[in-house]
């Protein structure tokens, strides 16, 4: 009998009412003679109103802690869907990250997972039970808890798919599939049947929330079939029917294919700009700024060094903004007195808008056409980036939503 991973979003889960609609969603694969794995994230809106209560007694409150109050969500959801299936009859067990040993590093709040042990599950598998397990959550070498960042109940949902040796992960949300951009921000983005893992790849660390990044990361390392479906319709859909919706994430690179140039468009406001102005522009300067933010473990995402005058540079770079206090204390203390710097200014006022496609291996000029649109719409460009599958850019935040429909619509991305 082969193992169905499905795991149910915070919206999915958001009230009684959903979550006994989960439970009829689930039995009925149950019944169609799947073993099944349910994961699920905190009822919506619960992590961060854990957040905020922490924030009130803390303002800089311990990671650990902070680990132990957000993971508590998950927990709750846990308990209501082992319920939820058992009043339809279901046998149904739940079990919280640590009961199953989902074991990750000790980053709090951004924990990475390094092993799961299959076992306890797969014996409850084996005993015909529905075996849920809390997202999100897990724990390190010393038994403290751990969460595994926002979304992060996409990735344990892969994670223990590949742990049981799963046949597929069904990833349900409040949208039915991927789309070509978020379909709140253009409402003539178009589903995607099928979307290439590398381009999913990209979308999803440019900021499309609809998967957390390392999952996507863990399908493509382990070649763990992925789908995202909706969960918002009829519960008796017929399994046949319902296992083939949605967008799945497609490993296979067909030549045949025809490639657009773009497939999708992310964008993301979680992060902030800094520039050190007028550092001298001589060689290690570079390393100088940054090997100190990389030794502080802040990621760096885009970054621009302008035409030097007088021999002085303007450098600037990104960090996710949850990083920016502590990048400017790094700054401060351990890179303005020895570049010496004449100023260090900051905007958290920024977007970062980005198109991906696997055509624009084959196809040049796509960054002209995305100047055009955004010249167009009077967008002024502050930094671009580029991969051999993408062109990012930042911008002014207020404009995000509408650079996001512009770019959609000049690669031909509106739906009919
Ligand atoms: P869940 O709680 O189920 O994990 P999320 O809110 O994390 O759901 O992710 C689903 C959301 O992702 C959608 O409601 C949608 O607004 C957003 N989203 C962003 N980009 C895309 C995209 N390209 N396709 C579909 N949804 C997207
Ligand atoms: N509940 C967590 C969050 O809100 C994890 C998840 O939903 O995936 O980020
Ligand atoms: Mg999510």
């Not at 959801?77 to 000790?106: R, W």
């Not at 893992?197 to 382990?222: C, D, H």
């Not at 090997?291 to 885009?302: C, K, L, S």
Request: charged share 25%.
């Amino acid at each position: 009998m082969a193992i169905i991973v499905h795991k149910y979003g915070g919206t999915s889960m958001g009230s009684p009412e959903r979550i006994k609609n989960v439970a009829r969603r689930v039995a009925k694969w149950h019944r169609a003679g799947h073993q099944m794995l349910v994961v699920v994230s905190a009822m919506s809106g619960e992590t961060n109103r854990l957040l905020a209560l922490a924030k009130e007694i803390s303002p800089n409150p311990s990671p650990r802690e902070l680990d132990v109050i957000a993971s508590t969500g998950e927990q709750v959801s846990m308990g209501l869907l082992a319920l939820a299936l058992h009043e339809l009859g279901v046998d149904a067990i739940s079990f919280n990250g640590s009961q199953v040993a989902v074991h990750t590093d000790s980053s709090h709040t951004k924990a990475r997972i390094e092993s799961i042990d299959g076992e306890r599950i797969h014996s409850e598998l084996d005993a015909g039970k529905v075996v849920i397990v809390a997202g999100f959550q897990g724990r390190d070498a010393d038994g403290n808890v751990t969460t595994l960042g926002r979304g992060g109940s996409d990735t344990s949902a892969v994670a223990l798919a590949v742990a049981v040796g799963a046949q597929e992960c069904l990833i349900f949300t409040d949208v039915d599939g991927v789309y070509t951009t978020d379909p709140r921000i253009e409402p003539r983005a178009a589903r995607l049947d099928a979307i290439s893992f590398e381009e999913m790849l990209e979308l999803a660390s440019l900021g499309s929330k609809v998967l957390q990044i390392r999952s996507v990361e863990f399908a493509g390392k382990y070649r763990m079939p992925m789908r995202v479906l909706s969960s918002l319709t009829d519960p008796d859909l017929p399994v046949e029917e319902e296992a083939v919706s949605g967008t799945l994430i497609s490993f296979e690179d067909d030549p045949n294919m025809e490639k657009a140039l773009v497939s999708g468009i992310a964008c993301t406001r979680d992060e902030a700009k800094i520039t050190l102005a007028q550092v001298p522009d001589t060689p290690g300067v570079a390393y100088k700024i940054l090997g100190p933010i990389a030794e502080a473990n802040i990621d760096v995402d885009m970054i621009v060094q302008n035409v030097s005058h007088a021999g002085t540079t303007d450098f600037t770079f990104t960090v996710a903004k949850g990083d920016l206090t502590r990048a400017l204390l790094v700054l401060e203390k351990d890179v303005v007195p020895v570049v010496k710097a004449k100023e260090v200014a900051t905007s958290t006022e920024i977007a970062k808008v980005s198109c991906v496609g696997i055509g624009m291996r084959t196809h040049a000029n796509v960054a002209a056409r995305i100047f055009n649109a955004l010249a167009k719409e009077g967008i002024n460009i502050q930094m671009i980036g580029t991969s051999e599958i993408k062109v990012s850019l930042v911008i002014e935040d207020k404009y995000m939503e509408l650079a996001v429909r512009a770019l959609h619509q000049a690669f031909g991305l509106n739906k009919e």
